[in-house]
């Protein structure tokens, strides 16, 4: 079907825009509203913690049964019913009188979120039939995305300025509601049916195989070594193995291994990935030199990070009109290339450089993985077959979530090893003992030194970390080098239309 989608199909594109937009931004709107909260549930240490938490784990583990269930019982309807979820979720969120309360609403916007996110790019499957169409559309998806994690601190610090804590869940319910009004007008229903029986125990095991997983990475990269994480990663490659082979062996699987076999669908999952790996990690440290290193306010350091923005238009611009005309495995292997160059200009930051800088850095970053992630989202919606691709997006979802956890895990660790190389002989005259063991492990703690000897200890410690975000930097960009090469060798004989999959016949009542 090549068919020129109407008003009515980018009409619903607008409308599934807004979930993307809401899913990631709850990621980070919370940031600023963390202090209130606070102040007002009184959260213990640990609670504090699983608040920020769960709702980024519940997403990532719930996401692959969300996306074979949409498939099942109609993406619309599982849409729709997410968006129910999420604002109700926001509602007992924004009125939460515990902590416990609070984790508890955290954990159901977690699993509406995985409701969401699938469903959204498969819809676009169901809706876009002309190739050249269906870039474009994906390419607003994933701007909407990554316009959600850069305005999120910047929403949130606004709204705690004018408003209480609880106006960070209910910005969701407007959004939320006009899905529920014009979803059942604009968008198509799909669903498989000949999809089988729901493996409710895969669906569990995918849970236990991703959580583990991620929560053990996490810890690892805030807590540094730690027996009991590292028993959960390992723990949860295990049951990941299960998963894969109960998969392999089920009658009725939630994911086609058979998908992996399709060199396109495989490579663009790894790309994701790596995307993911590079901009999240990198991301850990553009905030910290902006607000310590430079010393802006979180507010006035998350306005600057939209500078980043007219470089992901001019990106989503690039990719509508090239991505007609030039093979998927070139535009992908130059984003990354265009995204590697970003991380070198990165090298080059220092404590009293212009500002300039890191930002141009950060928006080449941006601009490359604008342009990958939207070529790579196309493919494996044209190698999966209409009737799995909410499975599918759910997987190279997952795989995003996981690539992500290992870019603050990986890069995290290396700007930290070389922050701790070079302050571990650092004397400050002034300084106390336990102040400077404390500036050897963070830039922050040394940040927290009063007095003239702490502003000498900041002016080393600014030194160090800025030495980190260089190595980091480095490592980043000799990582997308490699999944460039890998990308181009892998993709570059996909033409620029590729023909999608096979179909079954679908309901689309």
Known sequence: MNSKAGTREWVGLAVLALPCLLVSMDVSVLLFAMPFISAHLEPSGTQLLWIMDMYGFVLAGTLITMGALGDRIGRRRLL???????????????????AAMLIGARAVLGLAGATLMPSTLALIRNMFHDPGERKTAIAVWTGAMTTGVTVGPIVGGLLMEHFWWGSAFLINLPAMALLLILGPILLPEFRNPAAGRFDRFGSLLSLAAVLPVVYGIKELTVDGWAVRPALAVIAGLGLGLVFWHRQRTVANPLIDLRLFRRRTYSAAVGVNLVTNFALLGFSLYTMQYLQVVRGMSPLVASLWSLAVMP??????????????????GYLIAAGLLVSACGLAVTTQVRVHQPLAV??????????????????????????APAEQAGAASAVAETGSELGGALGFAILGSIGTAIYHHRMAGVEVPGVTGEAMRAARDTLGSAAAVPGPAGHDLLGIAREAFTRGLDVTGLSGALVLVAAAV???????????AAPPAPEVVASRR
């Open 80 to 98: 729709l019913a997410g968006a129910v979820a999420f604002g109700a979720a926001s509602l007992v969120a924004a009125y939460s009188t515990s």
């Open 311 to 328: 470089f992901i238009a001019v990106a989503m611009t690039v990719t509508g009109i090239l991505g007609t005309r030039v093979r998927p």
């Open 358 to 383: 890191i930002l141009i850095g950060a928006g080449l970053l941006a601009a490359g993985m604008m342009v990958a992630t939207t070529q790579t989202a196309d493919l494996m919606l044209s190698a």
């Open 486 to 496: 890998a990308a181009f060798a892998l993709l570059r004989r996909v033409p620029v």
